[in-house]
């Protein structure tokens, strides 16, 4: 009787062990691994099932102050974002990346490192972006990505609306096309896997209109097929056709519609469950749009740290505080973003404003609340 108890106490023992090796942490190497495994098959489905919103693999489980300190242990961040798209995220003539989405990135790597350069830029297709956020792939996913309930749900926590946008289309200028209505029974060029699919789905039905959707993952896909006169017309949002059409061979040759069929705020996302990374985000978000709202530039901050105003005062580190240290953030944080990177407008006009390196496109929304737009900050105090 006791050597039975022996065997079954040492059967148990094994099975612990046995557990417990299969049980173990994967290096940096196999966790790689193991995200692309699920991007492949979440791509497959995509195609499967004709586009939409992906099923979401299962979350990386972080806890507060996680991503902060392995940010720092790395010495740079991991920014999800794109590099096809010109003012949101593309290439310069000498290769590096740059655009509206990335500086929100290099504002953060200031913020951490003093040092805008500290960025390592992860190129992301629009079907690799929720799983790259779900499963810590990336720090931080800056890549006009629009903030909607599902994905808050499932994706990751979106931080602050950094740009308003809807989605529209763009037709040749000699089609005759005015109205959605116009556009009954046509081929339309649109990225799988996207809202935007799914918006365009939405507005036919809903007007009893029929069309054929002619998707690809590939957004550059899309809009060659668009120009090549594979499809009558493209959508997408707004911000991204003015971009789109600027590149064109004949810009002039094609035309965005005067419609709007949605809401797309678009907006930075963190990994669920730090709340401190979260909110550091969000703060270095809210530096950058209230600098802008309280007048201090990359070209001023210096002297503007003598302003008798208390709320220049306190965003720039000269007296007060804003949560900074609760944040593992140096007081001056403030100032060496905005001395760096600019304020909100700032970056907004690099890319896009009537000199922008990218090209033109009025702010309308995307003003500050004070100029008639909804861009808005909480106080820093």
């Avoid at 046509?186 to 039905?205: E, M």
């Avoid at 809903?206 to 959707?213: A, E, I, K, V």
């Avoid at 810009?251 to 550091?280: C, M, N, Y």
Wanted: aromatic share 6%; charged share 25%; glycine share 10%.
């Amino acid at each position: 009787m006791k050597m039975r108890k022996v065997v079954v106490l040492v059967g148990l023992f094994a099975l612990l062990l046995l557990v417990a090796a299969c049980t173990e942490q994967p290096s940096a190497g196999e966790i790689v691994e193991v995200t692309r495994i699920v991007e492949v098959t979440r791509i497959v489905e995509s195609t499967d099932t004709g586009g939409g919103e992906e099923a979401a693999p299962a979350p990386v489980q972080v806890a507060t102050g996680e991503i902060l300190q392995r940010v720092r242990d790395r010495g740079r961040l991991v920014c999800g974002a794109r590099t096809d798209l010109a003012g949101f995220g593309y290439l310069d003539e000498q290769g590096n990346t740059i655009g509206f989405d990335i500086d929100l990135c290099r504002a953060i790597a200031v913020a951490l490192f003093d040092d805008p350069e500290a960025v390592e830029i992860v190129s992301l297709t629009s079907a690799d972006r929720g799983p790259a956020l779900q499963t810590g792939e990336v720090d931080i996913l800056s890549r006009n990505v629009t903030w909607s309930s599902t994905r808050d749900v499932q994706w990751g926590n979106f931080t602050i609306v950094t740009f308003y946008d809807g989605q529209g289309f763009m037709v040749r200028a000699d089609s005759g096309v005015e109205t959605i209505e116009d556009l009954d029974g046509a081929t339309i060029c649109v990225t799988s896997g996207t809202t935007t699919q799914l918006n365009l789905a939405d507005a036919f039905r809903q007007r009893g209109l029929d069309f054929t959707d002619r998707s690809f993952e590939d957004t550059a896909t899309v809009y060659s097929t668009y120009e090549g006169e594979g499809c009558d017309a493209a959508t997408s949002d707004k911000s991204q056709l003015a971009a789109i059409q600027s590149g064109l061979e004949d810009p002039s040759a094609h035309r965005i519609l005067d419609i709007t069929i949605s809401k797309e705020p678009l907006t930075p996302a963190v990994p669920h469950g730090d709340d401190q990374w979260f909110d550091l985000v969000k703060t270095v978000i809210e530096i950058l749009i209230n600098a802008e709202e309280l007048g201090v530039s990359s070209a001023n901050v210096d002297e503007m740290m003598g302003s008798e105003n208390i709320e220049v005062r306190r965003m720039l580190g000269v007296e007060g505080d804003f949560g900074q240290a609760d944040l593992g953030l140096d007081a001056d944080v403030g100032a060496r973003i905005i001395r760096t990177i600019g304020n909100y407008g700032e970056i907004y006009d690099r890319y896009m404003g009537p000199e922008g390196d990218a090209f033109t496109l009025d702010r309308g929304l995307n003003n500050l609340w004070t100029e008639g737009g909804l861009i808005y900050a909480p106080p820093l105090r």
